[in-house]
């Protein structure tokens, strides 16, 4: 499994951002695709996730309710939208595959994209 992952930028507190992981290799549906984030000075953490059955996501709570995962089959790519961005959102995101049916840590992940750059600043 190869993931490419794309959409960061600079946006303003408030405002938007959306990030894709395009993935190449195997179908997205056959594996759990999940964002996770490094900011300056703390450990990559976990920030969400999209399961291989069903589709079903999952959301760490700083994220949730502002985080939005959806996935595009035909594309084989996972979109996270993300609103209402905060300054504690700045970050480096990563997306990964995993093989399991959820896992919200890193081990849990076996495939890596790179990563692409989040600041939120006014």
């Known amino acids: 499994v190869q993931l490419q992952a794309s959409g960061g930028g600079l946006a303003q507190p408030g405002g938007s951002l959306t990030l894709s992981c395009a993935g190449s290799?195997?179908?997205?549906?056959?594996?759990?695709l999940g964002w996770f984030r490094k900011a300056p000075g703390k450990e990559r953490s976990f920030v969400a996730g999209?399961?291989?059955?069903?589709?079903?996501?999952y959301a760490d709570a700083s994220v949730k309710g502002r985080f939005t995962l959806s996935r595009d089959s035909a594309k084989n790519t996972v979109y996270l939208q993300m609103n209402s961005l905060k300054p504690e959102d700045t970050a480096v995101y990563y997306c990964?595959?995993?093989?399991?049916?959820?896992?919200?840590?890193?081990?849990?992940?076996?495939?890596w994209g790179q990563g692409t750059q989040v600041t939120v600043s006014s």
């Open positions: 990964a595959s995993s093989p399991l049916e959820m896992s919200t840590v890193e081990g849990g992940y076996n495939y």
């Open positions: 290799g195997r179908p997205f549906s056959t594996y759990t």
């Open positions: 999209i399961a291989f059955s069903g589709g079903v996501t």
